[in-house]
């Protein structure tokens, strides 16, 4: 499925039947809410030092360590979501009572950690962002499930309380 998104978008073609009322224009054209724009033009891709005959050089840096933090969510995920799920999910349309614009301060990541948990679920399943949509980047896709996955260990969800026993069914009778 994801697959078939990232076709959809290269070749500009959006299923006619799409539920979502946001018309997709191209990437290049969208804006984030800083006003910067978002170009989907790669990068030039760098010839790697060890062709270059510097093998010393070609060592990859060390990973950067995943901030989960509030300020983690604000710089690295908020950006991908406000590009990618507040068309659907915010004060403008709301879908499936999710509203990743509520997320302000470090109280209310904590307080939306159930939704995060879910949308890892269908960042998993390819369910998200919807075929009619923008799809992620790979990079986009890792770096939200990275830091889901990291964010919910540290801050798991609520336990679920166990289902209330059924009361027996009353006999009558004669």
């Not at 804006?31 to 030092?49: D, E, F, K, L």
């Not at 990743?100 to 209310?108: E, K």
């Not at 998200?128 to 499930?145: G, V």
Request: proline residues 12%.
């Amino acid at each position: 499925m994801v697959l078939r998104a990232i076709l959809l978008a290269a070749l500009g073609a959006f299923p006619a039947a799409c539920t979502h009322s946001h018309s997709p224009q191209p990437r290049e054209a969208q804006a984030t809410s800083a006003g910067a724009m978002v170009s989907s033009t790669p990068a030039p891709v760098a010839t790697p030092a060890s062709a270059q005959g510097n093998i010393a050089a070609s060592a990859a840096p060390a990973p950067k360590a995943l901030d989960v933090s509030w300020t983690g969510f604000h710089e690295n995920i908020q950006p991908i979501m406000e590009l990618h799920c507040y068309p659907c999910h915010s004060a403008e349309r709301t879908e499936k009572d999710v509203r990743w614009d509520l997320i302000q301060d470090a109280q209310s990541l904590h307080d939306r950690r159930d939704q995060l948990n879910r949308a890892l679920g269908m960042l998993y399943a390819g369910k998200m962002p919807p075929i009619c949509a923008y799809p992620l980047s790979n990079e986009e896709t890792i770096t939200l499930i990275a830091f889901m996955e990291a964010r919910l260990k540290v801050d798991p969800p609520a336990p679920t309380p166990p289902a209330a026993p059924s009361a027996p069914a009353s006999q009558t009778g004669p």
